[in-house]
T-cell receptor, first 109, second 113 residues
Framework: DAKTTQPNSMESNEEEPVHLPCNHS???????IHWYRQLPSQGPEYVIH???SNVNNRMASLAIAEDRKSSTLILHRATLRDAAVYYC??????????FGKGTTLSVSS | NAGVTQTPKFRILKIGQSMTLQCAQD?????MYWYRQDPGMGLKLIYY???????DKGEVPNGYNVSRSTTEDFPLRLELAAPSQTSVYFC????????????FGSGTRLTVV
């Protein structure tokens, strides 16, 4: 399975944009890039996913590099509620999502 | 629309006991999954199902069994519970295995003593 590399932790201030990076240099042409987040003591929550083009939804934006070897999850204005573990996951060969360790995002007021 | 419902929320088992963790979804999703999450760690896939009557092993299936007799339900069975199975268990479902997001339940916190 293709692997992703994320920083262990990141910090942000409230109401500032946050860019969460993910490297996936061995991505295959048909891999989707998924992002999930997990708030403390809760189950994971779907954030966004994409294949080749940048994607936007009400929660975030996903910027995918032209060579698809990296992507960035963008939270446009961080709030305290965005403090969570963010997982970047590649979906290969039609199998279930395999979670890594993710990035722990801290948001300060 | 309840989404994914897991029961119970908490359970304490003695070593060697058995139990079934229940998972039900009302979104008519074909795909369902069981994950476990140990303290401070990421999620590990236990089993998944692509439809009624079809199940497959994930990363850590040993010590667990599943069945999928209906689209709505995907119970996880623990036989002969061991302390290593102390974890939080999450059930999830999705419409498509690749292109749609997963909906997770709120989890079952299991302690084996």
């Amino acid at each position: 399975d293709a692997k992703t590399t994320q920083p262990n932790s990141m910090e942000s201030n409230e109401e500032e944009p946050v860019h969460l990076p993910c490297n996936h240099s061995t991505i295959s042409g048909t891999d989707y890039i998924h992002w999930y987040r997990q708030l403390p003591s809760q189950g994971p929550e779907y954030v966004i996913h994409g294949l080749t083009s940048n994607v936007n939804n009400r929660m975030a934006s996903l910027a995918i590099a032209e060579d698809r070897k990296s992507s960035t999850l963008i939270l446009h204005r961080a709030t305290l509620r965005d403090a969570a573990v963010y997982y970047c996951i590649l979906n290969q060969a039609g199998t279930a999502l395999i979670f890594g360790k993710g990035t722990t995002l801290s948001v300060s007021s | 629309n309840a989404g994914v419902t897991q029961t119970p929320k908490f359970r304490i088992l003695k070593i060697g006991q058995s139990m079934t963790l229940q998972c039900a979804q009302d979104m008519n999703h074909n795909y369902m999954y069981w994950y476990r999450q140990d303290p401070g760690m990421g999620l590990k896939l236990i089993y998944y199902s692509v439809g009624a009557g079809i199940t497959d092993k994930g990363e850590v299936p040993n010590g667990y069994n599943v069945s999928r007799s209906t689209t709505e339900d995907f119970p996880l069975r623990l036989e002969l519970a061991a302390p290593s199975q102390t974890s939080v268990y999450f059930c999830a479902s999705s419409y498509s295995i690749r292109t749609y997001g997963y909906t997770f339940g709120s989890g079952t916190r299991l302690t084996v003593v």
